[in-house]
């Protein structure tokens, strides 16, 4: 069964640096999402991506914040300079009709 | 906007009891529901999802759900747990109408099952 992956499963970064959180949606897929979870808390909406484009973001993703796809196969979350607050677990999730989205089994990050 | 409230970060039950697990769902248009769920260190898992179709919805594993307009409710249910049950549930509301698609999550229940 085709399932949503991340890469890497952890990533531990310094305050200040820049990551790159890496996703390979379901291949036919056509919406393409980014979640995040801080330790204890609810699964938060970040950014919605169609068309090569942001289709929606929430007020958690600011300008630090940026989404590509870089080519057919797969979607990136990139944070410019890292924070603290940043820790947390990232979920890559995809959709082919916006009904029913599938979610990869996450990357946490770390910032030290 | 749109919110979730799960009523009990923990719940315990024998094995073999019913659970149920709480949700409640606040949207000012026709709601999606859906409950997933998330086994330790792995992604969430779409257990099932209630697209306006049949107010009862069946998923995977046994467990099931209604929606109840007049109670603005999406309660899980199974009749018997099953120690792989335990894992944390989460219910999550989005837009019925194209274009928005973005999940808002409750906080989560964690089913703990005692043998």
């Known amino acids: 069964e085709p399932e949503v992956t991340q890469t890497p499963s952890h990533q531990v970064t310094q305050m200040g640096q820049e990551v790159i959180l890496r996703c390979v949606p379901i291949s036919n897929h056509l919406y393409f999402y980014w979640y995040r979870q801080i330790l204890g808390q609810k699964v938060e909406f970040l950014v919605s991506f169609y068309n090569n484009e942001i289709s929606e973001k929430s007020e958690i993703f600011d300008d630090q914040f940026s989404v590509e796809r870089p080519d057919g196969s797969n979607f990136t979350l990139k944070i410019r300079s890292t924070k603290l607050e940043d820790s947390a677990m990232y979920f890559c999730?995809?959709?082919?009709?916006?009904?029913?989205?599938?979610f990869g089994p996450g990357t946490r990050l770390t910032v030290l | 906007a749109q919110s979730v409230t799960q009523l009990g970060s923990h719940v315990s039950v024998s094995e073999g009891a019913l659970v149920l697990l709480r949700c409640n769902y606040s949207?000012?248009?026709?709601?999606?529901l859906f409950w997933y769920v998330q086994y330790p260190n792995q992604g969430l898992q779409l257990l099932l999802k209630y697209t306006s179709a049949a107010t009862l919805v069946k998923g995977i594993n046994g467990f099931e759900a209604e929606f109840k307009k007049s109670e603005t409710s999406f309660h899980l249910t199974k009749p018997s747990a099953h120690m792989s049950d335990a894992a944390e549930y989460f219910c999550a509301v989005r837009d019925s109408g194209a274009g928005s698609y973005q999940l808002t999550f409750g906080k989560g229940t964690k089913l703990s099952v005692i043998p």
């Open positions: 949207s000012s248009v026709p709601p999606y």
């Open positions: 999730a995809s959709t082919l009709t916006g009904d029913t989205q599938y």
